[in-house]
């Protein structure tokens, strides 16, 4: 018990996470009067919160956006399944790769021609694959979920000056008040992010799989950083900033489910413009007060410039992503259609009948095999990161 107490002292040090000549104390709740600073036992309640959270999912999947979807014409059923052979099996559960040269082998073992082999493993390989309403689904809650907190987050930072003046994040600091709004904000984002931690495990599952968990509990470790540290407000302004893409980009996907591929286009193009304008645009805002206004205003520590270099780190990813958002823009336009989906693992759920690439980048799977995907979607000061951007960071086609 020494040791880990000799630990916590040591990690919550005044001199790395505070401003000088302030204690833990100067802002624990109460301290003060005036202020209502932020208590970091408010962090337990994210976790009660993302069980009512993944509730309200589920019920709104089951009971309104399955049936719509169904009604939209959705493919609900999968594929028929691969015949049971036990030694086909034990080979696919070690990889699902089909290595050539495991082929003949195979063939002696099984009795099976190579061919046969091959067809039983694309079947048993599309037995996996979750149906299109499943993806549907998915991508309509996340939807619903982006649109509700920008908006959410619009209404909470109104009437906020730092809002309208990012200076304002660091007059003050670290004596500024929680409000309720803000407080809500906070919890509720958060609680998003436990909620995705847990059903990652169920929802659809990508080549990114470990990269977004990771970037799960990168995020919530920031945002609970940035909590403890009094620095909500700049936290929040990244918060807001990050979700407006996502909503388009959700929409884009979910359109495409439904085969509407012209909606799609037209909200891939917001989506882009969308992007470009809060990413590179109102992003880089924060990022120039957080670097050069408020050193004018608050003394430095080191907390500080762990919390600012994370900003800058996601400005860069920011354009490399954008860099990437408009060459697929480029290729759809000379290729006269929008290609690709978006972070998915199903290509054959996709294509339309009219033989459309996907929804973000067709030509990336033949040129582009590795997964880009980062795990930094919301990385930031507050743990606001970009969700938006780790996915279209992976909107190159994945190999199955």
């Known amino acids: 018990m020494d040791i880990l107490n000799e630990f916590s002292n040591v990690f919550w040090s005044t001199h790395i996470w505070l401003p000088p000549n302030t204690t833990w104390a ?73 290595d050539k040269k495991k082929l003949v082998p195979l063939a002696k073992q099984t009795d099976m021609s190579e061919r046969e082999i091959e067809r039983w493993w694309r079947l048993r390989r599309a037995q996996d694959k979750p149906s299109t309403l499943v993806k549907f689904c998915e991508n309509t809650w996340r939807c619903i979920y982006y649109l509700y907190s920008f908006i959410f987050g619009v209404i909470v930072l109104w009437d906020k000056p730092w809002f309208w003046d990012v200076k304002s994040c660091w007059y003050g600091y670290p004596h500024q008040s929680i409000s309720n709004d803000i407080w809500w904000y906070y919890m ?30 990168v995020t919530l470790l920031l945002m609970s950083l940035s909590w403890v ?30 085969k509407y591929q012209k909606l799609c286009d037209a909200i891939f193009a917001i989506f882009t413009v969308v992007w470009i304008v809060t990413r590179l645009g109102f992003y880089p805002r924060i990022i120039y007060s957080s670097s050069v206004e408020a050193p004018r205003i608050l003394p430095m520590f080191p907390a500080y410039y762990i919390f600012n ?6 400005l860069v990813l920011h354009v490399i992503w954008t860099y990437m958002i408009l060459k697929i823009v480029v290729d759809s336009l000379q290729k006269g259609l929008m290609s690709g989906d978006i972070r998915s693992s199903d290509s054959e759920d996709l294509t339309d009948s009219s033989g459309n690439a996907r929804l973000a980048n067709g030509s990336a799977r033949s040129k582009n095999k590795s997964n880009t995907s980062a795990p930094s979607d919301k990385v930031s000061v507050g743990g606001a990161g970009s969700r938006a951007g780790a996915k279209a960071a992976t909107t190159e086609r994945r190999e199955e």
């Open 26 to 98: 100067d802002i624990a709740p109460g301290s003060r009067p005036d202020v209502v600073h932020a208590n970091y036992k408010d962090l337990i309640w994210p976790i009660p919160f993302a069980a009512v959270v993944m509730l309200v999912r589920y019920t709104l999947e089951r009971f309104w956006i399955s049936p719509v979807g169904k009604s939209l014409g959705i493919r609900s059923s999968r594929p028929k399944k691969a015949a049971n052979v036990p030694i086909l099996e034990k080979t696919y559960g070690k990889s699902t790769r089909l």
């Open 188 to 217: 509720i984002s958060m609680s998003f992010y436990w909620s995705l931690t847990g059903t990652q495990f169920f929802d659809v599952k990508r080549k990114d799989f470990w990269q977004m968990f990771i970037h799960h509990m």
């Open 229 to 258: 540290c009094n620095l909500h407000r700049v936290g929040s302004l990244v918060l807001v900033v990050h979700d407006c893409a996502d909503i388009f980009l959700e929409a884009a996907k979910l359109t495409k489910y439904a």
């Open 309 to 314: 270099s994370l900003l800058l780190m996601l």
